[in-house]
């Protein structure tokens, strides 16, 4: 039988002296890349330059992530605002002073909002579904996200402000709340952005 019948290729000779069969991943390798499973390309200077997908594919996936990140969100903000919710219909509610009712109005509508915020991306997507503009809508989905964030963030200062004022004396009520404060950003915005500026490759290197 022939090489050709065979399937295998001529043995050739390389630069480092090494004996290898010519076949189809010869370009890829002699190229220095290979396919990862994740989809992602990986080049043989060890760099990775991205995923390996369509405009389209990136917004789905990135949709899906969108997705998942709202759905926990949400779930805090619904237990805290029910919560909220319930507590005008208690008789303690009449006993507290007017500050207090400002403090209790001023979180509930705060936490309205964030609820509006992080649901808005679902009904954002349901009204533009099919119109072929899934990555804009993936940017303003997100937007609303990090609107909605900001929103649970300030619903979280001031209901931690009126039960720590009804709890426990007023003069360590700034400290806790501060200190509380300083963890959720820490936590929520200082970490990930030290990681995005620490560890992201700039593109193009």
């Not at 909605?148 to 806790?176: E, M, S």
């Amino acid at each position: 039988m022939t090489d050709r019948e065979t399937g295998l290729g001529r043995p050739r000779k390389r630069g480092d002296g090494q004996t290898g069969i010519h076949g189809d991943g010869d370009a890829a390798r002699d190229s220095g890349k290979t396919t990862r499973e994740d989809g992602e390309t990986s080049h043989g200077d060890g760099q990775g330059r991205g995923r390996d997908e369509t405009a389209d594919e990136r917004a789905d996936r990135q949709w899906q992530d969108l997705m998942q990140e709202i759905r926990v969100v949400q779930t805090g903000v619904q237990i805290l605002l029910g919560f909220l919710l319930t507590v005008v219909f208690t008789p303690r509610y009449e006993s507290l002073g007017s500050g207090d009712k400002a403090i209790y109005i001023l979180t509930v509508v705060l936490g309205s909002l964030a609820t509006g915020a992080l649901i808005g991306p679902v009904s954002f997507h349901r009204l533009v579904a099919g119109r072929r503009i899934k990555p804009q809508a993936v940017a303003w989905a997100s937007r609303l996200t990090f609107i909605g964030i900001l929103l649970l963030l300030t619903t979280l200062t001031t209901a931690l402000v009126l039960i720590l004022r009804v709890a426990t004396d007023n003069a360590i009520v700034p400290w806790l709340v501060a200190g509380v404060l300083a963890w959720y950003l820490l936590c929520w915005f200082a970490l990930p952005l030290w990681a995005r500026t620490r560890h992201t490759s700039k593109r193009g290197e």
